[in-house]
């Protein structure tokens, strides 16, 4: 089967800095995934012997903290602090950044409003900065805002993995009500990368392979954008999701990967690709 | 002839408020015109005495100055007070705002976006409030921003009378470029809700008429917005202007007025219109 890839994918520079952390970080343990793939975090814990926690209560000083990509919440994180836990963070300076916005501009007396998915730990974490979290709207779309009772000042910013496009349509609606809205472009440029990539590539193969985690945001993006250019498009997480019967009478397979997505993975996929 | 009137139009609140206070301060003189209409320019010389000096340097202390509703420059309103003219100030309270706006963001090292007409009188007066001129920058597009060598920190404004959708273009050609940008939505209700109205209106009638200023800046606007629905569109300063070959085999006119023109004229040329 002929392939090709996108002109950008795979891992973005906050996964590629968190990944050398964990392995400079042995024996330690994650406060939940430290990326969003499942399969690096197993070669992680196979090489290296980090462990992963998702119940913050579990947690020991016995063993090194390791801060996820995603960050966590401002309370988890001073209580860490207070009782001398042993903590290495690795959040994604791209995520540390809306975060600090977040408790700046709450301190300065504005509403906050965050584009994103308010179940994503990267999401959960940015809003628990606001000094005041009843001023704090996450939405995913306008109509989320609509009745919402916004006040004058209002400051905005995104999940790092969203579309610019959507998040202009927030900024839009913003100001066509409000007099001043302080707008924070924190989404990610190789999330944008990825995507243009991605947009670019699904437009010239006729079946489209995502590479990465069902649980990765900026993963099931890249699928939605496929989509949108593909119809044959397919989120896999590993060579084995591969069904050969989607090749039938196909002539280019276009693919690309998440951000949290390892290279060896991708490999793989390309390798089963090519012998089809 | 069948006529319909849009269901916004006319004076807004600042026109209405600088007439006042021009009708409240006869024997004066105005530096620049008031408004954008001649006619009502002439009207108050006739009733209340309100002359109109061009330059600068011939305003003299006899008369009060009365400050057109577009404003003044800085340096120059600061002159008068300076040397204890009378001074009027019939600036409308939406441009002082971006003036405002302009002196406090430039004053925090913020670059400054001005989207409007570099040569209208608002925009000068808007831009002179600047601490660092060097930092302005006056666009009508965003080709005008390339190579600008913009900052980090940006504030962006707006002329009062521009459309929200251009200036939502450049809003997002900022953010696409920078991390933070400052945005101040000082377009005018009225101008917004005239527009929309005289849209609506042009998409019904198959002839339009736009009542208002050669100079009038959102006059102007309104008849670029009547020329995308409705080819046959004219601005008109006056009923003199309109010529009766243009409804030949038409069946209904529209008619709208921009902000700066009176009832009086709207009137006459309704009138005229009806007669045909």
Same mark, same amino acid.
């Given at each position: 089967?002929? @392939?090709?890839?996108?002109? !950008? @994918?795979?891992?973005?520079?906050?996964?590629?800095?968190?990944?050398?952390?964990?392995?400079?970080?042995?024996? $330690?343990?994650?406060?939940?995934?430290?990326?969003?793939?499942?399969?690096?975090?197993?070669?992680?814990?196979?090489? =290296?012997?980090?462990?992963?926690?998702?119940?913050?209560?579990?947690?020991?000083?016995?063993?090194?903290?390791?801060?996820?990509?995603?960050?966590?919440?401002?309370?988890?994180?001073?209580?860490?602090?207070?009782?001398? =836990?042993? &903590?290495?963070?690795?959040?994604?300076?791209?995520?540390?950044?809306?975060?600090?916005?977040?408790?700046? %501009? $709450?301190?300065?007396? @504005?509403?906050?409003?965050? =584009?994103?998915?308010?179940?994503?730990?990267?999401?959960?974490?940015?809003?628990?900065?606001?000094?005041?979290?009843?001023?704090?709207?996450?939405?995913?779309?306008?109509?989320?805002?609509?009745?919402?009772?916004?006040?004058?000042?209002?400051?905005?910013?995104?999940?790092?993995?969203?579309?610019?496009?959507?998040? %202009?349509?927030? &900024?839009?609606?913003?100001?066509?009500? !409000?007099?001043?809205?302080?707008?924070?472009?924190?989404?990610?440029?190789?999330?944008?990368?990825?995507?243009?990539?991605? +947009?670019?590539?699904?437009?010239?193969?006729?079946? %489209?392979?995502?590479?990465?985690?069902?649980?990765?945001?900026?993963?099931?993006?890249?699928?939605?954008?496929?989509?949108?250019?593909?119809?044959?498009? @397919?989120?896999?997480? $590993?060579?084995? +999701?591969?069904?050969?019967?989607? =090749? +039938?009478?196909?002539?280019?397979?276009?693919?690309?990967?998440?951000?949290?997505?390892?290279?060896?993975?991708?490999?793989? &996929?390309?390798?089963? &690709?090519?012998?089809?």
């Amino acid at each position: 089967m002929n @392939y090709k890839l996108a002109s !950008s @994918y795979g891992f973005c520079f906050g996964v590629k800095r968190a990944i050398k952390i964990a392995e400079n970080t042995p024996h $330690s343990v994650t406060y939940g995934p430290l990326i969003h793939n499942k399969m690096e975090i197993d070669r992680l814990k196979q090489h =290296f012997n980090v462990g992963l926690t998702e119940e913050f209560g579990e947690l020991s000083k016995e063993n090194t903290v390791v801060i996820r990509t995603h960050g966590i919440q401002k309370h988890e994180l001073d209580e860490l602090k207070k009782n001398d =836990f042993n &903590v290495v963070d690795a959040t994604c300076p791209y995520v540390t950044k809306p975060q600090e916005i977040c408790e700046k %501009m $709450s301190k300065e007396g @504005y509403d906050i409003v965050i =584009f994103g998915d308010k179940v994503h730990p990267e999401v959960k974490g940015v809003m628990s900065y606001a000094e005041n979290m009843e001023r704090v709207f996450v939405v995913l779309d306008t109509s989320e805002l609509m009745g919402a009772g916004l006040r004058e000042k209002v400051a905005v910013v995104s999940q790092t993995t969203r579309k610019f496009k959507e998040f %202009m349509q927030i &900024v839009e609606w913003l100001l066509s009500r !409000s007099k001043e809205v302080r707008v924070f472009n924190t989404i990610c440029n190789a999330t944008g990368e990825n995507q243009e990539a991605a +947009d670019e590539l699904s437009k010239e193969a006729d079946i %489209m392979l995502v590479v990465g985690g069902k649980n990765s945001s900026n993963t099931k993006q890249l699928l939605e954008i496929c989509k949108t250019n593909c119809k044959e498009s @397919y989120l896999v997480e $590993s060579a084995e +999701d591969i069904e050969n019967g989607w =090749f +039938d009478g196909k002539k280019l397979c276009g693919i690309s990967a998440g951000a949290s997505t390892p290279d060896w993975v991708i490999t793989e &996929v390309v390798e089963k &690709v090519r012998k089809i």
